[in-house]
């Protein structure tokens, strides 16, 4: 009975793994540790906190991979840092271009300004101010759309032109998932005994890298996403098995309004195993939990991944209460804490 449970296990595993590396992704396992190679130097190689606070109200161990204390207050840095350094000389001169609400129009900036090389940024006017400022800070040229993805798309399709610069998507991107995907190979060598991931999901890019790797290095493990309910787009197109895009999202997570893309929307569908939905009070009761309690500032977008947790979708599904060791992807920490500033003020 033991011997056929092994042989049954085995086989398992050797179905995920081929499920990796048969179909033809964006991104792989090569792809990803060449971006390590790129980028390690550039990179900060983020912590993981742990809280037995934390782990005792959620029934489990908790690893929290803290990319709110990557370069530019997020992981995006990583992406956008292997985008801009894979470029050829000649292609670098004219610089890179991308639209975006925060956090990639930051990093790419900063990955840009390392390089020196011009970044030329389309920023929608609803974009949080200390996004905003982080942009000016590391040199980004900005160009305001409205807040309409297809305003943003037209905006940078018109720079694009005018500068003859290279285009680099926030999620959309080979060479963005394979940076994304660095997180894994760090997050798995610091935490070798996680038995599930909990990554935030808007476009897709995180958590498309971070499973490319992960099932990759151990196709067991379980990737779970974690989406506002106010933003569910993902949650849909798993459920319609298509990419499904909503007429506007309502969300305090600025960063997850995005929709998923032609190369992304493959490897959710594939491997990501669910999408867990929580409410906006959910994810700021989560938000206070990591200030109170991990003593880390968290964005919205980066609070998800504990509200998900502690949610009654992940808490009271069967199908999770044997994920004993999970990771939580901290996506960011850039908020906007001018409304705190003040009232401590008066």
Not at 30 to 36: K, P, T, Y
Not at 260 to 288: C, F, H, N, Q, Y
Request: proline fraction near 4%; hydrophobic fraction near 45%.
């Amino acid at each position: 009975m033991y011997a056929f449970m092994q042989s049954s296990v085995y086989c398992c595993i050797m179905e995920a793994n081929d499920q990796v590396s048969s179909k033809k992704y964006a991104a792989d396992i090569s792809s990803i540790r060449e971006a390590q190679e790129r980028i390690s130097s550039l990179v900060h190689r983020t912590p993981v906190l742990s809280s037995e606070t934390l782990n005792s109200i959620s029934g489990r161990k908790l690893h929290f991979k803290c990319e709110c204390f990557q370069k530019g207050g997020a992981f995006k840095f990583r992406g956008a840092c292997n985008a801009v350094f894979s470029l050829a000389n000649d292609q670098a001169t004219k610089g890179v271009v991308t639209h975006s609400s925060g956090n990639h129009a930051a990093a790419l900036s900063l990955a840009a300004k390392l390089r020196g090389i011009p970044a030329y940024v389309v920023i929608p006017k609803n974009a949080p101010k200390c996004k905003v400022e982080n942009v000016i800070r590391y040199g980004g040229q900005i160009f305001w759309s409205e807040v309409t993805v297809q305003s943003r798309e037209e905006m940078a399709a018109k720079v694009l032109q005018d500068t003859g610069a290279v285009l680099v998507h926030p999620f959309n991107d080979a060479r963005i998932i394979s940076g994304q995907g660095t997180i894994s190979l760090e997050l798995l060598e610091q935490a070798p005994q996680i038995d599930t991931i909990i990554v935030p999901i808007s476009g897709g890019g995180l958590i498309s890298g971070v499973a490319l790797a992960a099932k990759s290095i151990n196709p067991a493990i379980r990737i779970l996403a974690a989406e506002p309910k106010g933003a569910d787009d993902a949650a849909r197109s798993k459920a319609a098995d298509h990419i499904v895009t909503l007429p506007e999202t309502k969300t305090v997570a600025d960063g997850l309004r995005a929709f998923l893309g032609s190369l992304t929307w493959p490897v959710v569908r594939d491997l990501v195993d669910d999408i867990i939905l929580v409410s906006d009070k959910e994810i700021i009761d989560a938000m206070r939990l990591c200030y109170e309690i991990l003593k880390v500032a968290v964005e919205p977008s980066g609070a998800i991944g504990l509200a998900a947790v502690l949610s009654d979708g992940f808490k009271k599904n069967p199908a999770w209460e044997d994920c004993n060791n999970v990771g939580i992807i901290i996506s960011g920490g850039n908020v906007d804490l001018g409304v705190l500033w003040d009232a401590l003020i008066k």
